[in-house]
């Protein structure tokens, strides 16, 4: 019989140490190394493998018809709804509204008369209908039931009918005989998914593991539950707005960077079908250093407000304030207007901010940021029908982004009449029948010229003025 070893394990990354020490030298992370108790394992070798047949890729394959939850927002980032024996994992920050999305997952689906589970290790069954009760979907014939221990999950989910969704509450709860650690540890965390796994594979129903996350946004637990499961979804949200938003980071049936947009309400969280008119809603045209950026997300086309300020330090370092923005990206823009824009922006402070709580993270938000930094600094108003996308260059040239004609036609959908581009953007026949009037755009030195024609002269923007 082998003896029982013990290893130290990262709770946060999951890293492997010969020794207790009080910092992770793999995240960096204190307080985060436990010890753990390998389960023994025989030395005897394993004999007596089963061949198996090999098949070649040009066969036949059949399509599997998806279960639509009824969320059309969910069925957006999914692919188009679930896919039978998919394993999904569901991360977010804690009261982020994740168990209210599922809730109402649970109980569309249901309605239509499948067999839902619900499996909350966190919360009592009572704590579970009082929810339900707040969101008025008391009467949905979900099975609910407070339970931590896998085996016992697996029997009742295999007892009956085959359930269509099992949802588990959370998977950093769950505890399994196959591990000796504790519940939340990084071996039981694996331990429970794979078992987990392996039922919706055998079985066919969709498990949804919701995971609990880390200071910086990661699923918290080993990275190795995030390559077992199809798709890993991530609910995020700011606590000062009602916007939320689902994003697939990975989906092997559909695309990632896909996102749903919600609204947190009275009654739960209800679909924004067009986000674009939402986030735009109630924003002051007539003021200076704002532009509307028309970006993308996934496959979705979406219109949002990049806001900016600059304003004279008193300090003697300038202040670079972001939200919702690279602050990197930030400082090569800034440096490029001064390089090639011929603005001396060293004496101000700049702060940058998108609008509704939501990012901006792709290059093609470049110009529009470019151009409400020039809005600001000079007093020019932009006019409230132009749009703006395109990537900004070290050299100072705007670049052609990706998925223009999308872009372009979202921004008419929404009443808009002209949007700047690059200069270098391919725009076909059918682009151009949408309505709004191109203005290319070669470099910043040409967008600063055109901005700064329409300023009242109340502060000067050149070096050469400076």
């Known amino acids: 019989m082998a003896k029982s070893r013990s290893a130290f394990i990262c709770q946060n990354c999951g890293a492997v140490s010969s020794r207790w020490q009080g910092k992770c030298e793999a995240c960096n992370e204190w307080n985060t190394i436990a010890e753990e108790i390998d389960s023994p394992i025989s030395s005897q070798r394993i004999l007596g493998g089963r061949s198996f047949e090999l098949e070649s890729l ?39 509204g994740k168990s209210t999305l599922l809730i109402q997952i649970c109980a569309a689906l249901a309605t239509r008369g499948e067999r839902v589970i619900y499996i ?18 008391a009467s949905a014939p979900v099975e609910l039931a407070a339970a931590t221990q896998v085996e016992d999950i697996l029997a009742t989910c295999g007892s009956g009918t085959r359930a269509a969704l099992i949802v588990i509450d959370s998977i950093q709860t769950m505890h399994t005989n196959q591990a000796p650690s504790a519940p939340g540890t990084v071996t039981q965390v694996r331990a429970s998914a794979q078992a987990l796994l392996r039922h919706a594979k055998s079985s066919g129903s969709i498990v949804i593991l919701v995971g ?25 949200g700011d606590a000062a707005h009602h916007f939320r938003m689902l994003r697939a980071s990975k989906n092997r049936f559909g695309a990632t960077g896909e996102i749903g947009v919600f609204e ?34 996934g496959q979705r086309p979406m219109l949002l407000e990049i806001q900016a300020l600059v304003a004279p330090t008193s300090l003697g370092t300038p202040r670079r304030a972001v939200v919702g923005f690279d602050q990197n990206r930030l400082s090569m823009i800034l440096a490029v207007l001064e390089a090639h824009g011929g603005l001396k922006l060293g004496l101000y402070d700049i702060y940058l901010n998108v609008a509704g709580g939501l990012r901006a993270d792709e290059p093609a938000a470049d110009l529009a940021a470019a151009a409400a ?15 703006f996308f395109g990537e900004i260059g070290l050299s100072g040239a705007v670049r052609p982004v990706i998925h223009a004609g999308m872009r372009l036609r979202e921004a008419a959908k929404l009443g808009f009449h002209q949007a700047v581009l690059a200069q270098a953007q391919q725009i076909n026949d059918e682009e151009r029948r949408s309505g709004l009037a191109l203005r290319p755009c070669a470099d910043v030195g040409q967008l600063v010229a055109a901005i700064a024609q329409t300023a009242p002269n109340k502060r000067p923007t050149s070096s050469t003025s400076q």
Do not use: W, Y
Request: glycine share 14%; no cysteine; proline share 5%.
């Open 264 to 297: 947190m309400t009275g009654l739960g969280l209800a679909e924004v079908a067009n986000p674009s008119a939402l986030f735009l809603a109630g924003r002051d045209a007539a003021a200076p250093g704002a532009a509307v950026f028309a970006g993308m997300e």
């Open 212 to 236: 609990h996350v880390t200071k910086d946004g990661q699923v918290a637990g080993p990275r190795v539950v995030e390559h077992m499961v199809d798709a890993v979804l991530s609910f995020e």
């Open 58 to 96: 040009a066969g036949s394959s059949s399509t599997v018809d998806r279960v639509i939850s009824g969320v059309e927002e969910f069925d957006r980032v999914t692919g188009g709804g679930f896919v039978p024996g998919s394993v999904i994992l569901l991360g977010g920050e804690p009261g982020i």
């Open 373 to 387: 930094l020039v809005s600001s600094l000079t007093g020019a108003v932009l006019p409230a029908d132009q749009a």
């Open 120 to 137: 909350s290790g966190e919360e009592a069954v009572a704590q579970v209908r009082l929810r339900a009760s707040r969101l008025n979907l």
